[in-house]
Antibody
Framework: QVQLQESGPGLVKPSETLSLTCTVSGGSISSYYWSWIRQPPGKGLEWIGN???????NYNPSLKSRVTISVDTSKNQFSLKLSSVTAADTAVYYC????????????WGQGTLVTVSS | QSVLTQPPSVSGAPGQRVTISCTGS?????????VHWYKQLPGTVPKLLIY???NRPSGVPDRFSGSKSGTSASLAITGLQAEDEADYYCQSYDSSLSGSGVFGGGTKLTVL
């Protein structure tokens, strides 16, 4: 069965770029959409964006100017970059399969806490 | 401010039935996009509960059901149990501004 695992720094300084990678195991990254979602401590879920295995992307309009999602099919991975971070970007970041129109999010990675602090 | 609106909290006694609403607009639920529901226990990963408005993944009890009408959707839980106490989120897609996934703000279900 497909499993996802997020990896990347747990601490990022303000104004720097947050970078995370999601590794997909147990199945191919091809022929699916893949998404990033985040959850600030004590708050709800926020959709960041998705990418199709071919490389086409859709982003949350409120984050679009700072977000880049990319895919590496040779490594069965997709990645998130969020630039110019502030404390408001502190959250648990999840990767998940799906997120296209009419496509649900399942499965999810375990999530990784990223703290923005100097 | 979430694009999809859910009540912040609902509660019910064991054995009772509760519903959680998810209200959208003509650019998301009303545009025909499916609604999906997730359950999140404290400190855990959200788990898919209902997909495609009313379908239950394998392993989800039939006490959970989903429906959709117009610009809204609902999650119903019958025979409430202590382990149902959790946060519930609805999710859909929005066609405005080039399209993006959207979540409701979440509803905390308390089993009295």
């Amino acid at each position: 069965q497909v499993q996802l695992q997020e990896s990347g720094p747990g601490l990022v300084k303000p104004s720097e770029t947050l970078s995370l990678t999601c590794t997909v195991s147990g199945g191919s990254i091809s022929s699916y959409y893949w998404s990033w979602i985040r959850q600030p401590p004590g708050k709800g879920l926020e959709w960041i964006g998705n990418i199709y295995y071919s490389g086409s992307t859709n982003y949350n309009p409120s984050l679009k100017s700072r977000v880049t999602i990319s895919v590496d099919t040779s490594k069965n991975q997709f990645s998130l970059k969020l630039s110019s971070v502030t404390a408001a970007d502190t959250a648990v970041y999840y990767c998940a399969r799906g997120g296209a129109p009419n496509v649900w999010l399942d499965p999810w990675g375990q999530g990784t806490l990223v703290t923005v602090s100097s | 401010q979430s694009v999809l609106t859910q009540p912040p909290s609902v509660s019910g006694a064991p054995g009772q039935r509760v519903t959680i609403s998810c209200t959208g607009s003509s650019s998301n639920i009303g545009a025909g996009y499916d609604v999906h529901w997730y359950k999140q226990l404290p400190g855990t990963v959200p788990k898919l509960l209902i997909y495609g408005n009313s379908n239950r993944p394998s392993g989800v009890p039939d006490r959970f059901s989903g429906s959709k009408s117009g610009t809204s959707a609902s999650l119903a839980i019958t025979g409430l149990q202590a382990e149902d106490e959790a946060d519930y989120y609805c999710q859909s897609y929005d066609s405005s501004l080039s399209g993006s996934g959207v979540f409701g703000g979440g509803t905390k279900l308390t089993v009295l």
